[in-house]
């Protein structure tokens, strides 16, 4: 059964005015248990609108969210529940810390749920390891950490309520090539050890082609493409028209493709790159 | 070459009661003028501390720091200093003091005491530079991140500055928003012959540059055309960064077996080393 799935959700500011904009239209979608879907779109596509109904900060204007078949809005407590089953993690996070001790703001979450101390204790141990973050750090105050640590405290914050889905808006934003990679190797290995399932919310195709399971673009508020990330990044011609970045790999096979070369368009790794142009040389044997 | 910023031995530290961090240490730096300069390293190795050295935002505790001649520690030479050198910065929401665009690009000539008229044609003249004439009366709240940016870019060559300092003005906006802000500056860059510093840790950027210096504990750890710095693979192992994406692929193919030039850094270099690779190889 599908962890977290959406029905028909649409979303409207300003209903019933005259200046009333759907921000999502009719969206779709199933995710399974311990995938990694990968949510594109550009800035006003509605992305972060239809996450922040998977948690029930926001109640859609019709349609309908359920997490293991059910409909999180059906009740007030459902409602609250879907907090903590769906741990949130908005953009730029660090700006969110605000306790004395970095442990304190790992623990906040926990500690709203209403857990023992032991357990609270163990939960943010588990997470700040998971991020990376020694035990000596705990103690310090957040400010005093360096930019890539607070990121990475902020975001074990969220993973010590241990949520069901882990939804992370631009994890990555603002970071230098070793934090990028840093965040999306933790993120990766979080997944695999825990079987969680995990929501990637980038701007970085290449992110996206390298580590989700699944893709969904949205474009004007709508689910423009969602399929496997075979299914979606094979269509880079589609992505470009929406004003996607696609990857460099795939711009580039494009645009040969528009010079004359016969090549196939539908690559998004290097290494599926490669191959291509070697078939197209004719150089298959020499693997 | 005629030398615009020049960095003399230049160390800067920021001081707390407990500790003194030393952010950059003893760099000799020349910026040339109507070069496009880009500065890349990590976080934490002190290149935002160095740009903010440029125009006085910071004055060095030790080295002199001279622009056009003029030591930014000399209190009285500030105003003409940062009227030769702006700076845009990273979040597009922190630099917008007015509520109408062309209001926010007269802000600085009219600090500078131009007169009205001459205003008028500089806002003009800056927005259409910048491709932003059309929301000249826009609301800068309605704008996207890379337009915001290039209506920051509007307000400080407005200033007829000669040289623009971006301080990771990329970092916070989206792809589209990023090509929007980088096609402006180069453009500035080539058709202007305004001066660039581009601090960034987008590597695809820095591969567009005319020169690269590799920032790494707060010295200057290389410095060179993009070529040369992304053909080191050691130094960029070493100061953490990355090959710009096209170049990755570039390296993928070559172990592959195809032959490649070593400057196949941009997509567009790519693009065209593998239509001549088709070429040669008779396939197109």
Redesign the interface.
């Given at each position: 059964m599908a962890v977290l799935e959406v029905r028909n959700l649409s979303h409207c500011y300003g209903a019933k005015t005259q200046m009333q904009v759907f921000a999502v239209k009719n969206v779709s979608l199933r995710v399974e248990a311990g995938e990694l879907l990968g949510v594109i779109g550009?800035?006003?596509s509605g992305k972060s609108t239809l996450i922040q109904h998977f948690n029930g900060l926001l109640t859609p204007t019709s349609g309908e969210v359920l997490l293991d078949g059910e409909n999180i809005f059906k009740d007030k407590a459902t409602t609250h529940a879907a907090r903590f089953r769906v741990g949130m993690c908005f953009q730029y996070p660090e700006y969110q810390l605000f306790e004395e001790t970095v442990y304190k703001d790992i623990s906040f979450g926990p500690r709203n749920m209403k857990l023992s101390d032991d357990e609270i204790d163990r939960r943010v141990r588990k997470a700040a390891q998971f991020v990376g973050l020694p035990d000596a750090l705990l103690e310090k105050s957040p400010f005093d950490l360096?930019?890539?640590e607070k990121r990475r405290a902020a975001i074990a914050g969220v993973m010590a309520m241990e949520p069901e889905i882990l939804v992370l808006d631009e994890p990555t934003?603002?970071?230098?090539?070793?934090?990028r990679d840093t965040i999306l190797r933790l993120v990766e290995h979080y997944r695999t050890e825990t079987g969680s399932t995990v929501i990637l919310v980038s701007?970085?195709m290449?992110d996206i082609a390298r580590m989700a399971t699944k893709a969904l673009v949205m474009n004007r508020g709508e689910a423009a493409l969602y399929g496997t990330v075979d299914e979606v990044f094979s269509q880079g011609d589609k992505l470009v028209s929406m004003?996607?970045?696609v990857?460099?790999?795939t711009?580039?096979f494009l645009?040969?493709h528009d010079?004359?070369?016969?090549v196939r368009t539908d690559v998004y790794t290097?290494?599926q790159?490669?191959?291509e142009?070697?078939r197209?040389?004719?150089?298959e044997a020499?693997? | 070459m005629d030398t615009i910023i020049q960095l003399r031995n230049v160390s800067f530290a920021y001081e707390t009661e407990e500790e003194k961090n030393l952010a950059v240490q003893g760099v000799d730096l020349d910026v040339r003028r109507g070069e496009f300069l880009a500065v890349v390293g990590h976080n934490g190795s002190g290149k935002s501390t160095l740009a903010k050295l440029f125009n006085a935002i910071l004055l060095p505790t030790e080295g002199h720091v001279l622009v056009e001649g003029m030591d930014t520690s000399d209190e009285e030479k500030v105003y003409e200093i940062r009227r030769r050198v702006g700076m845009v910065f990273q979040n597009p929401d922190n630099q917008i003091v007015a509520t109408i665009v062309e209001d926010d690009v007269a802000f600085g000539p009219e600090n500078l005491g131009v007169p009205p008229a001459e205003i008028r044609a500089r806002v003009d003249e800056a927005l259409r530079a910048v491709g932003m004439y059309e929301y000249r009366l826009y609301e800068p709240h309605k704008l996207s991140g890379g337009q915001k940016q290039r209506v920051a870019v509007a307000g400080i060559i407005a200033m007829r500055t000669d040289c623009v300092i971006f301080d990771e003005s990329t970092a916070m906006i989206d792809p589209k928003g990023r090509r929007e802000v980088l096609e402006t500056v180069r453009k500035l860059n080539r058709e202007l012959g305004i001066t660039v510093v581009f601090i960034t840790h987008f590597m695809e950027e820095a591969a567009l540059a005319d020169r690269v210096v590799v920032m790494d504990s707060g010295t200057i750890a290389a410095e060179g055309t993009p070529a040369q710095i992304f053909a080191d693979t050691a130094l960029l192992q070493r100061t953490g960064l990355e090959l710009p994406p096209a170049a990755q692929l570039a390296r993928t193919l070559r172990e592959h077996g195809v032959e490649l030039p070593d400057e196949t850094l941009t997509p567009e270099q790519c693009a065209d080393a593998l239509f001549r690779a088709a070429q040669k190889a008779g396939v197109v």
């Amino acid at each position: 059964m599908a962890v977290l799935e959406v029905r028909n959700l649409s979303h409207c500011y300003g209903a019933k005015t005259q200046m009333q904009v759907f921000a999502v239209k009719n969206v779709s979608l199933r995710v399974e248990a311990g995938e990694l879907l990968g949510v594109i779109g550009h800035t006003g596509s509605g992305k972060s609108t239809l996450i922040q109904h998977f948690n029930g900060l926001l109640t859609p204007t019709s349609g309908e969210v359920l997490l293991d078949g059910e409909n999180i809005f059906k009740d007030k407590a459902t409602t609250h529940a879907a907090r903590f089953r769906v741990g949130m993690c908005f953009q730029y996070p660090e700006y969110q810390l605000f306790e004395e001790t970095v442990y304190k703001d790992i623990s906040f979450g926990p500690r709203n749920m209403k857990l023992s101390d032991d357990e609270i204790d163990r939960r943010v141990r588990k997470a700040a390891q998971f991020v990376g973050l020694p035990d000596a750090l705990l103690e310090k105050s957040p400010f005093d950490l360096s930019g890539g640590e607070k990121r990475r405290a902020a975001i074990a914050g969220v993973m010590a309520m241990e949520p069901e889905i882990l939804v992370l808006d631009e994890p990555t934003a603002g970071l230098d090539p070793r934090g990028r990679d840093t965040i999306l190797r933790l993120v990766e290995h979080y997944r695999t050890e825990t079987g969680s399932t995990v929501i990637l919310v980038s701007h970085s195709m290449e992110d996206i082609a390298r580590m989700a399971t699944k893709a969904l673009v949205m474009n004007r508020g709508e689910a423009a493409l969602y399929g496997t990330v075979d299914e979606v990044f094979s269509q880079g011609d589609k992505l470009v028209s929406m004003g996607l970045d696609v990857p460099a790999v795939t711009r580039i096979f494009l645009s040969l493709h528009d010079r004359g070369v016969p090549v196939r368009t539908d690559v998004y790794t290097n290494e599926q790159a490669a191959a291509e142009f070697r078939r197209l040389l004719g150089k298959e044997a020499r693997a | 070459m005629d030398t615009i910023i020049q960095l003399r031995n230049v160390s800067f530290a920021y001081e707390t009661e407990e500790e003194k961090n030393l952010a950059v240490q003893g760099v000799d730096l020349d910026v040339r003028r109507g070069e496009f300069l880009a500065v890349v390293g990590h976080n934490g190795s002190g290149k935002s501390t160095l740009a903010k050295l440029f125009n006085a935002i910071l004055l060095p505790t030790e080295g002199h720091v001279l622009v056009e001649g003029m030591d930014t520690s000399d209190e009285e030479k500030v105003y003409e200093i940062r009227r030769r050198v702006g700076m845009v910065f990273q979040n597009p929401d922190n630099q917008i003091v007015a509520t109408i665009v062309e209001d926010d690009v007269a802000f600085g000539p009219e600090n500078l005491g131009v007169p009205p008229a001459e205003i008028r044609a500089r806002v003009d003249e800056a927005l259409r530079a910048v491709g932003m004439y059309e929301y000249r009366l826009y609301e800068p709240h309605k704008l996207s991140g890379g337009q915001k940016q290039r209506v920051a870019v509007a307000g400080i060559i407005a200033m007829r500055t000669d040289c623009v300092i971006f301080d990771e003005s990329t970092a916070m906006i989206d792809p589209k928003g990023r090509r929007e802000v980088l096609e402006t500056v180069r453009k500035l860059n080539r058709e202007l012959g305004i001066t660039v510093v581009f601090i960034t840790h987008f590597m695809e950027e820095a591969a567009l540059a005319d020169r690269v210096v590799v920032m790494d504990s707060g010295t200057i750890a290389a410095e060179g055309t993009p070529a040369q710095i992304f053909a080191d693979t050691a130094l960029l192992q070493r100061t953490g960064l990355e090959l710009p994406p096209a170049a990755q692929l570039a390296r993928t193919l070559r172990e592959h077996g195809v032959e490649l030039p070593d400057e196949t850094l941009t997509p567009e270099q790519c693009a065209d080393a593998l239509f001549r690779a088709a070429q040669k190889a008779g396939v197109v």
